[in-house]
């Protein structure tokens, strides 16, 4: 297995070649227009498996974005592992703030920028590549299957069906995927636990058209000024969230395992200069770390209304949207946390509006064991690359349909992510270190050879 080092170095031109070739497809999943980028962005995803050493590739629809399947048996009997990624990619907007084009990679000081780089493709090729190091070698010790989707950026709308429809097909001993972060390669964690998604847009319509802020200023309910209001009494003082009954599935976390993240390295100054914020903000009573890891949150992730291009144009408008992110904690429940809003925010609308609520995506929470064979075959393969031991580590993001798989397929996952909070995921510069991403192919192949061993 120590071979990994050398083959990374005589073959990582061709891997960043590769990785690069992907990335400059536009698979953005949440545009119509980039329909046909997504097919092509399978099909490269195919071809790069077969490349690898897969018996089999195949791209398979769905109701949505097609999947890609392939596999690799090498014995019937042995363990059996189904690696999860996703190849669709966020918008690249705002693009004024790209320092290069989002879809051309560039490689500065030691990062790949671009759409992708981190989020998902460059962490979905570490296990292409790893995979690829494994059937060259001959020395893959166990059963590997693959599930490659297009729709994790809109909240895998179809993947769950396409799960319950090839529940045979993906038959597998645990789920691995690369799709988190790290808190550093200095000080390793692996993910246990994710935030669940409930992604709403509200409108707040008004009068039957825009009208003159003059004639009718002060004498109209404003949509945008009440949508800002209603939006304002969604937290209290404190940054709780106002939304009656949205804490009662809420599970505190025991003082004991808050001291355990407590011990996780966190330095809030390098943290606050790095965002070049002079302050954190968040529900009183818990540190940044447990804010983001063990509590839910509420955002608001866009707003729109009246005439935003350049100039005056003095109309008060008709109509006024948002979008709203709550991040739920395990035990929170997506639909009915949905409906809560939806009650509370219809409630709290003054006369003279009519509001509207409609859910975009979302799903549930997840918490991954740390007693498990595979979850000890991860720890023990990132201490062998990396030289430390992972911290155990709860991630504020979201992955839905992680919760899903075990529900589905009856699998634990395991988050092997090699990605970095200042990866700036979702934003513009996106980026992922060199190191990282080859680091992480030389973790993976140790990962399948504890946990073959293990599971013997």
Same mark, same amino acid.
């Given at each position: ?247 009662? =599935? +809420? ?8 001291? #355990?993240? *407590? $011990?996780?390295?966190?330095?809030? %100054? /390098? @943290? ?26 509420? =955002? +608001? ?8 291009? #350049?100039? *005056? $144009?003095?109309?008060?408008?008709? %109509? /006024? @949207? ?135």
């Amino acid at each position: 297995m120590e071979k990994v080092k050398s083959y990374i170095e005589q073959n990582k031109d061709r891997f960043l070649d590769e990785l690069f070739g992907l990335i400059r497809i536009p698979s953005i999943s949440a545009n119509e227009k980039n329909r046909n980028d997504m097919l092509k962005a399978a099909e490269y995803v195919k071809y790069s498996l077969l490349k690898a050493g897969a018996d089999r590739a195949d791209i398979m629809t769905t109701s949505g974005h097609p999947v890609v399947y392939a596999e690799k048996e090498v014995k019937e009997g042995l363990p059996t592992v189904l690696v999860y990624g996703h190849y669709d990619v966020q918008p690249e907007e705002p693009l004024d703030l790209w320092k290069s084009p989002p879809f051309e990679p560039e490689i500065r000081d030691g990062k790949i920028f671009a759409r992708g780089a981190d989020d998902d493709k460059g962490q979905l090729f570490m296990h292409v590549k790893a995979f690829e190091f494994m059937t060259a070698k001959e020395m893959l010790p166990c059963n590997v299957k693959f599930m490659i989707e297009g729709e994790e950026e809109i909240g895998s709308p179809s993947l769950k069906n396409f799960c319950a429809e090839n529940r045979e097909l993906l038959e597998s001993d645990v789920i691995l995927l690369s799709d988190t972060t790290m808190i550093s390669l200095d000080t390793p964690s692996i993910t246990t636990g994710l935030r669940g998604l409930s992604y709403l847009q509200v409108e707040v319509s008004g009068p039957n058209r825009d009208l003159h802020s003059g004639l009718y200023g002060g004498a109209v309910a404003n949509p945008a000024n009440v949508l800002a209001e209603m939006i304002a009494k969604l937290r209290d003082e404190n940054n709780r969230i106002t939304i009656p009954g949205f804490y009662d =599935d +809420v599970l505190d976390v025991s003082d004991d395992e808050r001291k #355990e993240m *407590a $011990k996780a390295p966190f330095d809030l %100054k /390098a @943290y606050q200069d790095a965002l070049e914020i002079e302050t954190v903000s968040g529900e009183a009573g818990y540190s940044t770390i447990e804010r983001t890891g063990i509590r839910p949150s509420l =955002d +608001v992730c866009g707003m729109w209304s009246g005439y935003t291009g #350049e100039g *005056a $144009k003095t109309v008060l408008p008709s %109509k /006024a @949207y948002a979008k709203v992110s709550m991040r739920l904690v395990p035990n929170q429940d997506s639909h009915k946390v949905d409906q809560l809003f939806e009650d509370y925010f219809k409630q709290m609308a003054p006369p003279g509006v009519k509001v509207e609520v409609k859910s975009l995506h979302g799903g549930q929470g997840y918490v991954s064991p740390i007693d498990t064979a595979a979850y000890q075959a991860a720890s023990k393969a990132v201490e062998k690359v990396l030289g430390k031991k992972p911290v155990p580590f709860r991630s504020g993001g979201s992955i839905p349909i992680v919760s899903d798989f075990e529900e589905v397929l009856g699998v634990k996952s395991i988050l092997l992510g090699f990605g970095l909070e200042s990866d700036a995921i979702h934003s513009p510069n996106e980026n992922y270190p060199l190191e990282n991403f080859f680091k992480g192919i030389e973790t993976i192949p140790y990962f399948y050879r504890y946990f073959a061993e293990m599971s013997k």
